[in-house]
């Protein structure tokens, strides 16, 4: 592998050359499916052509060589892999402060519902959250975009649900907004005023249901802050009659779904993803058979977040190969979040799903990438390498797509770009 010729500034025609693989996954404009999560449409030896941040042409170097024109700027991929930026599709990336502590508390012994069920977890968060400014969360979530970036990832959906109450709800969406407009990582919103119980509520909680519903769901929505309204639907958390009054209203309020499903036990997530036609369940950690025939009967699409399982010290992962084989369009990403999952990195998740969920190199890069897509709505903007496309793309350190999973804990992304670009380029 020889140096790339890096430069910065955007031109309106770019050309990428010199790919080992220029891995596409290019192919029917919809969710991919069965056999169909191990076709990756590679193109050995393939290069690019990107015009005002649209690819414009994929093709072999031989077929684009010709057509490339004296001005345009060449990145010179130096024989590695480029493919599609990552979408991560399940992400909590605006918060204050960390939790350091409970991690050293469950690395004791504690567990991640015994630090909850005494104040801490989730609620912990809020209350420092709510306690920082506008621009402080901004700051901080400046820094993790930062890091979604040099992993390789492009697009990510971000959920709010750190403020749980109406005016730190409204703060958490604008913080996403405002990143999404001066950074370049995009930024999809969902609204996740339902992920825990206030402290201030804990004895009435059918109160802080009707305050999502009747307050917190018509200024959302009247404001434009969220495309997607979640909610955390578990034992001790949101009951599935819970759920389905706030994500019903939330469907009122013209908002698509997602719910948080069977991670800490079997709670009938699924079958109410199912029954409320929503685009997404995720987690599914505890889903039964029955929960998995109901989410390919509804075209739900699950969203599998191994990290938090590995990071919780937990060893029960959801059953991607049986979902792959009921013909469900799998959706990996990290559940980026300062309890449950603390990494953004999703070469770490590739990883985890090749060694524990058993799923190929290939069928994870699917699912971390056009699969993700279209389980946001952006399924034909971004999560591939065809012609009029977003130009968002990735050049690794690595001449075969499958090291991305295979060698672990450390960063392959070495030029990232969005949009035609330079959003990241690493050192060399
Ligand atoms: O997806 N399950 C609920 N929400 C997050 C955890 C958030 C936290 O612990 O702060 C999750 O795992
Ligand atoms: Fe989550």
Request: charged share 25%; with cysteine.
């Amino acid at each position: 592998m020889g140096f790339g010729l890096w430069t910065l500034n955007l031109s309106e025609a770019l050309v990428v050359i010199n790919c080992s693989q220029l891995v596409t996954l290019g192919g029917a404009a919809r969710p991919r499916t069965g056999a169909l999560m191990r076709e990756l449409a590679i193109i050995e030896d393939g290069a690019m052509i990107v015009r005002d941040g649209r690819i414009e042409r994929v093709g072999p170097r031989s077929e684009i060589e010709s057509l490339i024109e004296a001005d345009a700027e060449v990145v010179d991929a130096g024989g590695r892999v480029c493919m599609p930026g990552f979408v991560d599709a399940h992400t909590h990336p605006v918060f204050a402060g960390t939790r350091a502590d409970e991690y050293e508390q469950r690395a004791a012994g504690a567990t991640y519902q015994e630090i909850a069920a005494r104040g801490g977890g989730i609620r912990s968060t809020v209350r420092r959250t709510c306690a920082a400014t506008l621009d402080e969360l901004v700051d901080a979530g400046r820094r993790y975009s930062r890091w979604f970036l040099q992993t390789g990832t492009t697009t990510i959906e971000a959920k709010s649900g750190y403020g749980l109450s109406i005016e730190n709800e409204l703060k958490l969406l604008r913080a996403v907004r405002q990143l999404n407009n001066e950074t370049l990582l995009r930024y999809v919103p969902t609204f996740l005023g339902a992920h825990d119980i206030p402290d201030e509520y804990r004895e009435r909680r059918a109160d802080y249901v009707a305050l999502i519903i009747e307050e917190m769901l018509p200024r959302v929505a009247q404001e434009g802050l969220a495309e997607y309204c979640d909610a955390f639907c578990e034992e001790k958390v949101f009951t599935v009659e819970e759920t389905r009054r706030i994500l019903t209203a939330a469907r009122e309020h013209g908002l698509r779904l997602r719910l948080h499903a069977d991670q800490l036990s079997l709670s009938g997530g699924a079958e109410l993803a199912a029954e409320l036609n929503a685009s997404t369940a995720d987690h599914l950690e505890h889903t039964d058979a029955a929960g998995i025939a109901a989410l390919k009967k509804a075209g739900v699409q699950p969203v599998l977040l191994p990290a938090s399982v590995y990071a919780l010290g937990h060893t029960r992962y959801p059953a991607a190969r049986e979902m792959i084989d009921a013909g469900l369009a799998v959706v990996l990403a990290t559940d980026f979040n300062p309890g449950s999952s603390p990494t953004p990195a999703i070469p770490m998740i590739l990883s985890i799903a090749c060694t524990h969920l058993k799923m190929s190199p290939a069928e994870a890069l699917t699912a971390a990438t056009i699969n993700a897509a279209y389980s946001l709505g952006r399924g034909r903007e971004t999560g591939s390498l065809e012609t009029g496309k977003r130009a968002d793309f990735v050049v690794h350190d690595c001449a075969d797509y499958r090291e991305v999973a295979y060698f672990f804990g450390l960063e392959h992304a070495r030029a990232v770009y969005t949009g035609g670009r330079l959003a990241y380029l690493r050192e060399a």
